[in-house]
């Protein structure tokens, strides 16, 4: 009898697997971090949001070196250095400008890497074969930012007004620059007043401001703040020309050549002359200050809603011209007894009226005019403080 020999055929669990060859990842390529963000701006009365992208490739040959000891090779570290310097960007509150002929308004969110998520999802992707990767980063919105500005309502440019300071000594600039400030990015809520002597605060040195000349006693006296009236004078023809409700402006007693043309302006003194302005929108009113102390110009921006309203400025009308009167003699330090340094031209007296016609979208149209009376006004004249003209300029102020 033959005797056959069969194979034996051992079997175990996973013993075909087993026999498999073990699966391979493909081989490493290049690796694209990537990075979006956006950015919001107001354009010509419009909200629009643009994207932000940024990408970076980390070579293959580092992405395998990193797979093959699981960690992220030494190699990656300037690519990844490079990717949080690019990442990072300051943030910016959001401010209008002028492109061409219309307005636009930007912001910019402080951008920056979050690098340890970042690091533990790249070596993540490394493990898995992936070739692109979105970075992790933070995002910190500006407290006044475009979307801020959409939200209330503040959309388009309602008007701008801009005035000279030619000729102004360092502490009326001074004072001009620091009263601006406070004005600058202000809010006006609707159903709200606009106070100036509110947004100033106390003039006095502790609030930034410096001694200038001021009208006082029929002449020039030095007090704290001297020059805000250009500020004031500069902000009511913007609040006056976007076709807004002044509640309370004043005229100064006597003409200065700062705000001309004669009558268009707005003179201040707390707290018993006062500028201010009644916000009649459904949105908020924003204001920016801008300023140049180089060219002595001064400007502001009114933004607010699209009210569709439009206005128009008569020229003054001047009537009841007075001659100018005697020169006024004031303290001054710096010149020697007997002799006198000119500080102010003298100028006329007269009467000037201004009208505003606003026309509102419905075609309808208001009328209301702003009248000055100027006293006449004498040359005034520093003198050495023991100069007896002195004692000439109180007695004429207290006729």
């Known amino acids: 009898m033959k005797r056959f020999l069969l194979p034996l055929l051992l079997t175990w669990p996973g013993a075909a697997l087993a026999a498999q060859p073990a699966p391979q990842l493909a081989l490493a390529q290049d690796l694209q971090l990537t990075f979006k963000g956006e950015l919001k701006k107001i354009d010509d009365g419009q909200l629009v949001t643009a994207p932000v992208t940024k990408s970076w490739t980390l070579p293959a040959k580092w992405v395998a070196r990193s797979r093959e000891y699981n960690k992220l090779s030494s190699y990656l570290t300037p690519y990844l250095d490079r990717v949080e310097k690019e990442t990072f960007v300051r943030g910016r509150p959001a401010k209008f400008e002028q492109v061409g002929?219309?307005?636009?308004?930007t912001d910019q969110p402080e951008w920056k890497l979050d690098r340890p998520a970042t690091e533990a999802k790249l070596l993540e992707a490394i493990r898995t074969g992936a070739t692109t990767l979105p970075v992790v980063f933070s995002e910190k919105v500006p407290q006044r930012s475009v979307a801020l500005l959409a939200e209330r309502g503040v959309m388009r440019n309602l008007a701008s007004a801009r005035s000279s300071f030619t000729g102004s000594p360092d502490f009326r600039v001074k004072n001009i620059v620091v009263g601006s400030s406070k004005l600058d990015y202000q809010w006006v809520a609707p159903g709200e007043d606009f106070?100036?002597?509110?947004?100033?605060?106390?003039?006095?040195?502790?609030?930034?401001?410096?001694?200038?000349?001021?009208?006082?006693?029929?002449?020039?006296?030095?007090?704290?703040?001297?020059?805000?009236?250009?500020?004031?004078?500069?902000?009511?023809?913007?609040?006056?020309?976007?076709?807004?409700?002044?509640?309370?402006?004043?005229?100064?007693?006597?003409?200065v050549h700062y705000y001309d043309p004669v009558g268009y302006e707005a003179t201040v003194y707390a707290p018993s002359k006062n500028l201010r302005m009644k916000n009649d929108t459904d949105a908020y009113i924003f204001i920016q200050a801008s300023w140049n102390t180089a060219t002595q110009k001064l400007r502001f921006d009114v933004f607010g809603p699209d009210t569709g309203r439009k206005t128009q400025i008569s020229a003054p009308v001047v009537?009841?011209?007075?001659?100018?009167?005697?020169?006024?003699?004031?303290?001054?330090?710096?010149?020697?007894?007997?002799?006198?340094?000119?500080?102010?031209?003298?100028?006329?007296?007269?009467?000037?009226?201004?009208?505003?016609?606003?026309?509102?979208?419905?075609?309808?149209?208001?009328?209301?005019?702003?009248?000055?009376?100027?006293?006449?006004w004498g040359a005034v004249y520093g003198v050495h403080p023991s100069d007896p003209r002195l004692k000439q300029t109180e007695a004429q102020a207290k006729k």
């Not at 330090?333 to 102010?344: A, C, I, S």
């Open 101 to 105: 002929n219309k307005w636009v308004a």
């Open 195 to 255: 106070d100036f002597n509110k947004s100033m605060g106390d003039i006095n040195a502790a609030n930034g401001f410096v001694p200038g000349y001021i009208i006082s006693g029929g002449t020039l006296a030095l007090e704290d703040g001297g020059g805000i009236c250009q500020v004031s004078t500069t902000i009511f023809r913007a609040l006056w020309e976007a076709g807004l409700p002044i509640v309370e402006r004043n005229q100064h007693s006597y003409r």
């Open 319 to 376: 009537t009841d011209v007075k001659p100018a009167a005697s020169p006024t003699f004031t303290p001054d330090k710096r010149v020697v007894l007997g002799q006198q340094r000119l500080l102010d031209q003298p100028m006329e007296g007269m009467t000037s009226v201004i009208t505003r016609t606003v026309t509102f979208r419905d075609g309808t149209s208001q009328q209301d005019s702003i009248k000055s009376v100027y006293k006449p």
